[in-house]
C-alpha cells in the first residue's frame, strides 16, 4: 500500500473568514482531505504578531476551529489543532532564527509591506516566515495548500530547509505549495483583492442581510437595462465563484444579451444565498458543540505534538544540543 503524502496548513485566527479566504485557501483543505495526510491548524501564534487582547484571542481560536469544522474538514480524517500545542515550532524557530541573515528575511514580501505602512513593526512580523517554516518543517509535510500571497513563505521554507540539511545532515523534507491558479486573487466588492483590512467582503457565513448588503455595494457602469453587460466586471467575476462551469456558461450567455443590474444583482444575491445558506447551518450546528470543538482541538494537539517532539528530537541531536 502506497503511503498518502503528508498535507499541513494553517490560517491564523483574526476574525471572520471572508470567500477569499474560502476559495483560495480554505477549500483546498477540504477537497484534498480524502488524498493526503492532513493537518490543518489554528494559527494562533500568528496572530499574536497583531492581537493584543486575550478575550479576542480566545474568542477568535475556538471560532476559527468552528469554521474549519463548518466548511467540511472531518476530524477523523484531519488533524485539526491549534498551533501553541505544539510549542516547539518556538524552539525551532530559535534555531533558524539562528542560521537565517537580516538581509535575506528583509526581502520577504509582507515585511516589506508592512513596513511601508508603520516602522514600529513588532520583530514577530519580520520573523514570521521563520515561525511558518518551523510549523510545516515539523510536520515533515509534502505539500501546503494555501493562497497566492503566501507563495513566498514557502519559499523560504524550502531555503531554510536546504540550508540546515547542508549544515547539520539531511534533516528535513523540502515541501512544495499547492495554489489553485483560478482562486489566486479573490476580487472583493470593490475590485481590489478581498481583504478583511479593506471592508470589501462578503463573509463566508454571512447572513442573508449581509449578502444583500455586500452585493449591493458592488459599482456598476451607466449602462441601460437590456445593453450587453462586461463579463468581466466585477459583478461577474464574483458571481462566478458561486457557479459550476455550465451555470457559468448560462450567465455569461445573460449578460451578453443584455440583462439589467437589477437583476444581475438579485441574482447574485440568489446564488450566494443558496452557497453560503448550508455553510451557515453547519457553522451553528457545530457553535453549539464548543465542548466537542475543544475535545477536537485537544485530541488534534496531542497528535501533532507527538509527531513535532520526534523530527524535534532528531534536530535537537542534529545541531549538538543534546550530549
Ligand atoms: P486577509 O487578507 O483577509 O486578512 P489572510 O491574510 O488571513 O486574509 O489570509 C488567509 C488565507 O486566505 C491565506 O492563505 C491567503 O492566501 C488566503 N486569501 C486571503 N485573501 C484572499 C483572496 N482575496 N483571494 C485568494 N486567497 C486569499
Ligand atoms: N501565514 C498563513 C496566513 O497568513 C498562516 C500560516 C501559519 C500557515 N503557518 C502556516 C499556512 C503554515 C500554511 C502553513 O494565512
Redesign the pocket.
Known amino acids: 500500500m502506497r503511503m498518502k503524502k503528508i498535507l499541513i ?1 494553517g ?2 485566527p ?2 471572520r ?2 470567500i ?7 477549500k483546498q483543505f477540504v477537497d484534498m482531505q480524502d488524498d493526503y495526510e492532513s493537518s490543518i491548524f489554528v494559527a494562533d501564534l500568528h496572530a499574536l504578531t497583531g492581537i493584543d487582547s486575550a478575550q479576542e484571542l480566545k474568542s477568535n481560536i475556538l471560532e476559527e476551529a468552528i469554521d474549519y469544522l463548518a466548511i467540511g474538514l472531518d476530524p477523523k480524517k484531519v488533524t485539526l489543532f491549534k498551533q501553541s500545542d505544539v510549542p516547539q515550532v518556538a524552539e525551532l524557530a530559535w534555531i533558524f532564527d539562528c542560521m537565517t541573515t537580516m538581509p535575506y528575511l528583509m526581502r520577504a514580501h509582507a515585511f516589506k509591506d508592512a513596513e511601508a505602512k508603520n516602522k514600529d513593526i513588532n520583530v514577530g512580523v519580520f520573523n514570521y516566515p521563520i515561525l511558518m517554516a518551523a510549523d510545516i518543517l515539523l510536520s515533515d509535510a509534502d505539500v501546503v495548500p ?5 507563495k513566498q513563505h514557502i519559499e523560504i521554507t524550502r531555503d531554510i530547509a536546504e540550508k540546515f540539511n547542508r549544515l547539520f545532515g539531511k534533516t528535513f523534507k523540502l515541501p512544495k505549495e499547492i495554489i489553485l491558479e483560478e ?6 466588492t470593490d475590485g481590489q ?6 471592508g470589501n ?1 462578503i463573509p463566508l457565513f454571512a447572513t442573508t442581510e449581509e449578502i444583500q448588503k455586500a452585493v449591493m455595494k458592488i459599482p456598476t457602469d451607466s449602462k441601460g437595462a437590456s445593453d450587453p453587460k462586461d463579463t468581466d466586471s466585477i459583478l461577474f467575476k464574483i458571481h462566478k465563484l458561486f457557479l459550476d462551469q455550465k451555470e457559468q456558461v448560462e450567465l455569461k450567455k445573460e449578460y451578453e444579451r443584455g440583462i439589467s443590474y437589477k437583476e444581475a444583482k438579485e441574482k447574485l444575491i440568489e446564488s450566494a444565498e443558496k452557497f453560503i445558506a448550508p455553510l451557515r447551518e453547519r457553522r451553528a450546528y457545530w457553535a453549539n458543540k464548543k465542548e466537542e470543538v475543544l475535545k477536537i482541538l485537544k485530541d488534534g494537539g496531542e497528535k501533532a505534538n507527538e509527531r513535532a517532539e520526534k523530527i524535534m528530537t532528531m534536530v535537537r541531536k542534529n545541531v549538538g544540543l543534546t550530549l
Open positions: 496548513s490560517v491564523k483574526t476574525g473568514p471572508h477569499g479566504n474560502y476559495f483560495g485557501a480554505m494555501v493562497g497566492s500571497d503566501q482562486f489566486a486573487t479573490v476580487i472583493g483583492k478581498m481583504s478583511k483590512s479593506y467582503t
